[in-house]
């Protein structure tokens, strides 16, 4: 039985707490003063021993609790890339709330529960062998590979960002964005708090370029509106259709220079026109606001011209400084209107 054990331990690192382990599962069977082939080959011997008893725990969890151990086993392995998966040192943090599981597999001796140099509580498997020969767990990591290669790599991705001082140069963007908020949909309660603030200070940086090259183009078609208009080549199709009073047109006739191009006013259910011109054809007065919105009034520059004249001659009918003689070619001119 010792020359057994010798030659199946190996001399390979780690191999003096698997004897530990094989030993301790051995004289739990043993007969009378006696430890038997038999008993070895029923606990699998030194390379299989932990991992039938990992088998043997398992099988006794509760539904839920075997579903939670199978997340707290995939936290605990590092995948490998290129190279055999390996224990993964943990922390409390990482394993979410099923520290009374983490507790309990620890007392079957499957996981070791340390505290680290920030007095943080931290897991590991209880040797790699685990890793290596239970069947379940490799295929757990079969399983959520993907997921967990992704997790490493967003860990190291936050790591950056805060060894840069939280620089948004070093936040996620594009398309590794847009994996991580997948991610989350799939899996989120398995997202950590510190990740998963990471992931939304992307999605926040994200939104706040994406408003700025609104407003960037925005005043890019503000430019070109304005000189389109000046021009006089922008086309009714191109203007959002205003709904405002006609008498708003005639108040910004009463402010105008020349009668085409008009001065800032203010409207009451608009805000500040900045910009404002009448088309080629006269039938049309394109404006901007002060918040880039481009308004049209559409209107008759027969009715335009009635109303403007009656304007125009009771100012002049009113107006002192008005002479007789002119008063009385507006009276002409009203009735001619």
């Known amino acids: 039985m ?14 003096l707490p698997l004897q530990q382990f094989a ?17 070895y080959i029923e606990i699998g011997g030194v390379t299989q021993a932990i991992a039938n008893h990992a088998e043997t725990v398992y099988a006794g969890l509760s539904a839920e609790q075997q579903q939670r151990a199978q997340r707290v086993f995939i936290q605990l392995v590092q995948p490998g890339s290129g190279t055999e998966d390996t224990r993964r040192l943990t922390t409390r943090d990482e394993v979410g709330d099923y520290w009374d599981l983490v ?39 079969d399983d959520n590979r993907e997921f967990r290669v992704w997790q490493e790599r967003l860990k190291v991705a936050l790591q950056q960002w805060v060894d840069s001082n939280k620089d948004d140069g070093g936040l996620l963007r594009g398309a590794t964005l847009a994996v991580a908020e997948n991610w989350l949909q799939k899996r989120g309660e398995e997202v950590i708090k510190p990740q998963l603030w990471f992931i939304e200070k992307g999605v926040e940086f994200r939104e706040r370029e994406r408003k700025e090259k609104e407003r960037e183009l925005q005043e890019a078609l503000i430019r070109e ?16 259709v205003s709904h405002l009073e006609l008498e708003a047109l005639i108040e910004a006739v009463k402010t105008s220079k020349n009668g085409t191009e008009l001065q800032t ?64 070619l507006c009276n002409d001119f009203n009735i001619k209107m």
């Open 225 to 240: 509106t304005s000189a389109h208009l000046i021009a006089g080549n922008l086309t009714v199709e191109k203007l959002f």
């Open 265 to 328: 006013l203010e409207l009451k259910s608009n805000g500040l026109i900045n910009s404002m011109m009448f088309s080629p054809n006269g039938k049309t007065l394109a404006c901007v606001s002060n918040e880039g919105e481009i308004i049209m009034w559409n209107f008759d520059l027969d009715d335009l011209l009635k109303k403007a004249c009656r304007w125009l001659h009771d100012y002049l009918q009113n107006n002192p400084n008005v002479s007789l003689e002119d008063k009385l």
């Open 103 to 141: 507790t309990l597999l620890a007392n079957e001796r499957l996981l070791v529960t340390n505290r680290n140099q920030l007095v943080e509580d931290t897991v590991e498997v209880v040797h790699e062998a685990l890793i290596r020969n239970w069947g379940r767990l490799r295929g757990w990591m």
């Open 23 to 39: 030993l301790t599962q051995l004289w739990a069977k043993q007969l009378p003063g006696l430890l038997t082939h038999q008993a």
């Open 2 to 15: 010792v020359n057994k054990l010798i030659d199946d331990v190996g001399s390979g690192e780690g191999s």
